[in-house]
């Protein structure tokens, strides 16, 4: 159970404790199943008050498995105005912005890519999350990395 992350419904950290959940779900169809009985019991905060002020048969229905409990959540946090900014964000994340004065192009590529992936869910041609993490990278990389040979960001 405490591999599973914990979660205080925060929605600035929605993203990377979903991307962690996932990774964890994705070892197999057992482990999947069973997120769905321990990802409340890692509910803290706003998040644990809001999960145990659903109604039984809801609660019962989420604890089913993960794919359950996070499309519960998401139709709660994740709302139109939750994707709106979070696209916002992610669309004008920069290489070493404010806040990130000492960050490593590893570090920006992965924070922004994580967050187009999260407020997008896949509605981005294969394309298009490159041509987003370049826009906020220095031009220098633009001659280094040529991002027109690349099809995926997990080329580049």
Not at 45 to 59: K, M, N, Q
Not at 60 to 68: A, G
Not at 117 to 132: D, F, M, N, R, V
């Amino acid at each position: 159970m405490e591999v599973v992350p914990t979660w205080d419904g925060d929605t600035s950290t929605l993203a990377r404790w979903i991307i962690r959940i996932n990774s964890i779900a994705k070892k197999s169809a057992t482990i999947r199943q069973q997120l769905g009985t321990v990802v409340p019991q890692r509910l803290t905060g706003d998040a644990e008050i809001w999960y145990f002020s659903l109604p039984d048969e809801v609660r019962e229905e989420c604890e089913q498995d993960w794919e359950n409990i996070r499309d519960e959540i998401g139709a709660y946090y994740m709302n139109r105005t939750w994707a709106e900014k979070t696209r916002k964000q992610a669309l004008a994340i920069r290489y070493r912005e404010s806040g990130h004065p000492r960050e490593l192009p590893s570090q920006y590529f992965i924070r922004k890519r994580e967050l187009l992936e999260l407020a997008y869910e896949g509605h981005y041609s294969q394309g298009e999350p490159i041509t987003e993490i370049m826009s906020g990278a220095p031009r220098v990389w633009h001659m280094i990395l040529t991002p027109r040979l690349y099809k995926t960001t997990a080329e580049l």
